[in-house]
């Protein structure tokens, strides 16, 4: 991932100046587009003590991925990364599809379930976490699109999706978006 300057010192525990220094140094490799240096995060020289916090946080966040995966009843995860594991891709594939089949192909709600499932898609398959971060809002702005669509629709099966949608599917994509922004947070230590 590239990181502005403030963001390369901020990660390194230094101000923006000892970057700069770094750079001109050539102690750091970074690329300057326009006015704007850009580092590559792989290349970050991270101390012992800043590798054993990034290597936390890339395990808290992987585990955090995993969580939001189904597991079998017996615990084993079936399969790692896959949007069909997903409880909110599931919700949202049901719904699409009940949309879809009684309310037809050109229905808007059926269009936006559509946006939301490739929203979950391309969440799930991001390796960047803000990115995930962006994808899974995205899939619940169009779940909210499906949403009004379906209350202001006269038809007997409206408020059924309508209901589906607040009930199951919201509080499933918000359970993805809550992992991801507690993945994010920094480690609390005991102060003794």
Known sequence: MLLTLGQAAAKLGKTRRQVQYMIRGERLRAEKVGNRWLIDEADLPYSGSQQKVQARKQRKFRAAIEDALDVDPKGNQTTRYSVLDMKAFQISQE????VHE?????EQAAASMW??????????????????IIAYGN???????????LIFRDHD???TYAHRIEQDLMPAIAGLLRRLDNARKPMKRNAF
Do not use: M, N, V, Y
């Open 157 to 159: 099966r409206s408020s």
């Open 102 to 106: 009684s309310l037809g192909k050109d």
């Open 139 to 149: 899939a619940r702005d169009h779940a909210s699109e499906a949403l009004c669509h």
């Open 115 to 132: 946006q939301c499932l490739l929203e979950l898609s391309l969440g799930c398959h991001r390796f960047d976490q803000h990115e995930k």
């Open 95 to 98: 719904i699409f599809k009940q």
